[in-house]
């Protein structure tokens, strides 16, 4: 509970005093309950002599909660204001006995490290081999590494050339921290991410032993038994999802982070931190040197580069024209040549780009933003969208032969009519990847068609020709680069009523663009006049990062403001609101309609007040705590969702 969130101080029994130690897990009695808890520091005297209870008993001797880590914590509760033991729950894993109690594997022999940080580097990226220089392509790319090297503390915004082997460019950063004596920490999005990078840290660090890869999808001992890895110190480099932004690593050197954007960085549970604000205070905690890449770039990372607190590692013009492939648009050349050009799902230039890659001998890919068959249906007579009659939720038509299901209650709805024109026949409103995938497999007759997405993700395909339909997320990688790809329905990205509709669009368009060959066509069927196409044309994230934290520092939105996001039932919100002493200047702004009968309320202050406004806030979620208030309100700082 809120009210609680602050130490409490107990005696240590004789039995105990040499296992209790801090960092280490412990069970006490907590209003007459026996609960967990963790010591955070032992003191020869307390405040409160005369009233303490005893510890029940000490769990382990074990030291799994550091004193970087515990400070961490708090410093991340007090940001998202949230509670200490709320991020605990995040950065410590259960306790698993049998592993613990397995001896510990003998740290491997140190490697010997890359002799010029400049120099050559092997890994194939997927445009075929990354030929000389890997780091030395990028303009401050040999400086960072030397810093690393020589134990600075340099901070980088790296954007990535298309086709990069990004794995193996951390790989490298990493393993040159682990050669000066200092451990690295590499987050990355998801688990096939991760596979990558670990690979890649296999092939760099000449095998197993020096690092370990956490993650969520690792069973409780195995998770476990490598968290004390990192926790021993036995490995120095620890890579893996959000969660392990938060990992014990000694002697740290580096934290990275790739793809910054990806909303999978956002944690799903309270007090909702994001990785890449996790690791940027651990880098100012622990003093250590920070790379936040990805082939986009973030408003977030943009600012990080305007403010002057990183550098922006790039290619030169020269290099990057090398590296990139072609894009292109929809636009008034093709629409007066075609004038169903305009109208059309995949236009002539898209289907000349497919014919012709494929019979290059080259895998093409196919992005489409919607997975399923038919996402969204609507009247074919009067074009009415289809509605759930239960819940009034979007029916979707799960394959050519199945009946419409609700997307919400999951409901068939086989009789549907509808309610304006009493039509019974549906047509496509949004079509799904698996439709857009037999459509392909009509019009070419004798290619191979696969699909990569939720129901099964690829992690590469052979250099033959194929037509390879993906989500976005889940492109696989092609030996030697895709011969094309097909960026369709740009509406769907371009159209979302959300802040951060056209960062995430580029974002998206990137990383599919980024597995072309260099020279190889990518067509986004977009109007080339619009921002977020013109930055894929010229390849130039930056520039559309600058525009977009331009507009939301004269809109005020994050991150040019700190804002504050207030949901549950009306009077709950009211009475937080109430109970909150908010720093001067603060803007309230809404109610707005949340789901089931809520409400949102948005607070608003300046960056500078940013720690104050979550601080009132965790006062009031505790002043609510004492009162016992039924309702709870949920407080996000910063949601990646807005609106």
Known sequence: MPHLDRPFDYLVPHSAADTALPGTRVRVRFAGQLVDGFVLERTAASEHDGKLLFLERSVSAEVVLTPQIARLAREIADR?????????????????????????????????????PSGPSGPSGPSGPSGPGGWARYTAGAALLRALSDGRMPRAVWTALPGEDWPARLAEAAAICLAAGRGALVVVADARDLDRLDAALLRVLGGPGHHVALSAALGPAERYRRFLAAARGTARIVIGTRAAAFAPVA??????????????????????????????????????????????????????????????VGAARDELRRRMPRVLTVGEHERARDPQAAAARLPSVAWRAAREALAGGAPVLIQVPRRGYLPAVSCADCYTPARCAHCSGPLALPAADGVPMCRWCGRPAAGHACPECGGRR????????????????????????????????????????????????????????????????????????????????????????ALARPGAPVVVVADGGLVAVQALLRFDPAWLAARELADRRELGFPPATRIAALTGPPPAVAELLSLAELPPGAEVLGPVPAADGQERMLVRTARSAGKALALSLKAAAGARSVRKSADPVRIQIDPLDLL
């Open 80 to 116: 998202y204001a949230g509670t200490l033991s709320d991020v605990l729950r995040l950065a410590v894993p259960p306790r698993h006995a049998k592993a613990e109690a397995a001896a510990p594997a003998p740290p491997a022999p140190a490697p010997a490290g890359p002799t010029d």
């Open 426 to 513: 549906l047509r496509a409103a949004v079509v799904g990847a698996r439709r857009t995938a037999e459509e392909l497999a009509r019009a070419f007759p004798d290619t191979t068609v696969r699909t990569s997405g939720r129901d099964e993700v690829l992690s590469s395909v052979p250099r033959d020709p194929a037509l390879v339909v993906s989500t976005p997320g889940a492109e696989p990688l092609a030996d030697g680069g895709y011969g094309a790809v097909l960026l369709l329905d740009a509406w769907a990205f371009l159209t979302r009523a959300d802040l951060r509709g056209t960062e995430e669009a580029l974002r998206r368009w990137f990383a599919a663009a």
């Open 251 to 312: 002697g740290l050197g580096l934290v990275a982070i790739w793809d910054d954007g990806d909303d999978l960085h956002s944690e799903p549970r309270a007090p909702y931190p994001h990785a890449r604000q996790v690791l940027l205070a651990r880098a100012e905690q622990e003093r250590c040197a920070v790379i936040v890449g990805g082939f986009g770039r973030t408003v977030e990372a943009q600012q990080l580069v305007e403010t002057g607190w990183a550098i922006e």
